[in-house]
Nanobody, 123 residues
Framework: QVQLVESGGGSVQAGGSLRLSCAAS????????MGWFRQAPGKEREFVAA????????YAADSMKERFTISRDNARNTVYLQMNSLKPEDTAVYFC????????????????WGPGTQVTVSS
């Protein structure tokens, strides 16, 4: 059974940092591209970042790429999202996704999903 479990969310003041983790079980993360999405209350789910199977190719949404960095550790079956200079508008539930390719992850329409972790940024 495939499971993705996010952790690392919490409450932080604007300007602060958080590092989210997504641990995968039941699949080899070294065979899947991974990514992060977020969904704020009353809004649609939004792509944040994706990383290729090897970790050599990374892509982040334009509005976040200067502040957020995605990385992965295939030995630990884990993907990370380092978030710096957080803003109140970053408040959302952050979800992890695993899919066959980076472009598939970015599409956000297939693969496996975690239950999400809440990030709250106060001003």
């Amino acid at each position: 059974q495939v499971q993705l479990v996010e952790s690392g969310g919490g409450s932080v003041q604007a300007g602060g940092s958080l590092r989210l983790s997504c641990a995968a079980s039941g699949l080899s993360s070294s065979s899947y591209a991974m990514g992060w999405f977020r969904q704020a209350p009353g809004k649609e789910r939004e792509f944040v970042a994706a990383i290729s199977v090897s970790g050599n190719v990374r892509y982040a949404a334009d509005s976040m790429k200067e502040r957020f960095t995605i990385s992965r550790d295939n030995a630990r079956n884990t993907v990370y999202l380092q978030m710096n200079s957080l803003k109140p508008e970053d408040t959302a539930v952050y979800f992890c996704n695993a899919a066959p390719t980076r472009s598939t992850v970015q599409a956000g329409t297939s693969g496996y999903w975690g239950p999400g972790t809440q990030v709250t940024v106060s001003s």
